[in-house]
């Protein structure tokens, strides 16, 4: 089998069936593709929707129950379950474009040193789009447009869960998502995919396209200032617990220029922009704290 396209749910079967529908509409053959559905503990009615539309799909679609909640843990389990060469990860929420799947299949058998593809995103907004985003955090709304042609990402850069794609023989040799980062319920633990992206780039090249694009849906409540600081502040767990420092002087580090945010915060009062990025500032500070604590067990 050529592709399996994994979809990780929780609690989104309003979502989901469009999502799987566009996995099922990729032009590939009998037994070239099977889309997945990980359903990481649903409550809602995700099983009975993956039950009904198995009466069309027949074995294209299978439906497994991983009931260890976490993303990174449904996510491996995805990579253990799948039977394609290429794993292609799409969220619950999403939508594939008609030739995503034979995009980033494409690029993976044109060199196969390749092992990880990712592509465009682009947000369907659920309500008004804030105007008060900063630009350079685009990103925390799974927003990516990196470039209008395919190419190789360089370090820092790496696609977005929403839409990322692995070759599945680079997990014969190296460890998947690491389970300690990543959402799990309600918490927006992250820097799952940059931590395995880092490490796959020791021997495999990262690809981009624009034209294996999708479209994410992002909902009205995300579309606040409380989420959006919420989301930074676990951002800051993430990258402080994937970093493993646990030093006394990075928690220094990081109280001072908390401190320094919190004092431009308020002589920014009074200008919008100046003072959402002083927020940004603090919140991700913060998290870094509270991340370091928790990874060494202290408070």
């Not at 190296?174 to 918490?187: A, I, K, S, Y």
Request: aromatic letters at 8%.
């Amino acid at each position: 089998m050529k592709v399996t396209v994994a979809i990780c749910t929780h609690n989104r079967a309003q979502d989901l069936g469009e999502a799987i529908q566009s996995g099922l509409d990729q032009p590939f053959g009998d037994g070239e593709l099977e889309v997945i559905v990980i359903d990481n503990k649903s409550t809602d009615n995700t099983a009975q929707l993956v039950s009904a539309m198995q009466k069309t799909a027949g074995a294209r679609l299978r439906y497994i129950m991983e009931p260890k909640l976490g993303l990174s843990v449904a996510r491996n389990r995805a990579i253990k379950e799948a039977r394609g060469e290429y794993i292609l990860f799409l969220d619950d929420d999403a939508v594939a474009s008609p030739q995503w799947a034979r995009q980033i299949a494409d690029i993976f058998e044109s060199d196969p040193l390749i092992g990880c593809v990712g592509g465009k995103i682009d947000p369907i907004w659920q309500g008004e789009e804030p105007q008060w985003i900063p630009e350079e955090h685009r990103g925390v709304y799974t927003i990516l447009d990196f470039s209008q042609h395919v190419t190789e990402m360089k370090p820092p850069n790496i696609p977005y869960g929403a839409n990322v794609a692995f070759r599945k023989s680079v997990f014969k040799e190296m460890q998947p998502f690491r389970e300690d980062l990543g959402r799990v319920g309600t918490n927006l633990l992250s820097s799952e995919e940059s931590e395995l992206i880092a490490r796959l780039r020791q021997k495999y090249k990262v690809y981009y396209s624009p034209y294996a694009s999708v479209q994410h849906k992002i909902a009205k409540e995300r579309a606040t200032k409380k989420w959006f600081l919420r989301r930074i502040f676990w951002q800051g767990v993430g990258d402080a617990v994937r970093a493993q420092d646990r030093s006394v002087l990075k928690i220094a580090k990081h109280s001072i220029r908390l401190l320094q945010a919190l004092v431009t915060a308020l002589l920014s009062i009074y200008n919008l922009r100046k003072l959402t990025r002083q927020l940004v500032n603090i919140s991700y500070r913060n998290g870094s704290i509270v991340g370091i604590l928790r990874y060494t067990n202290r408070g």
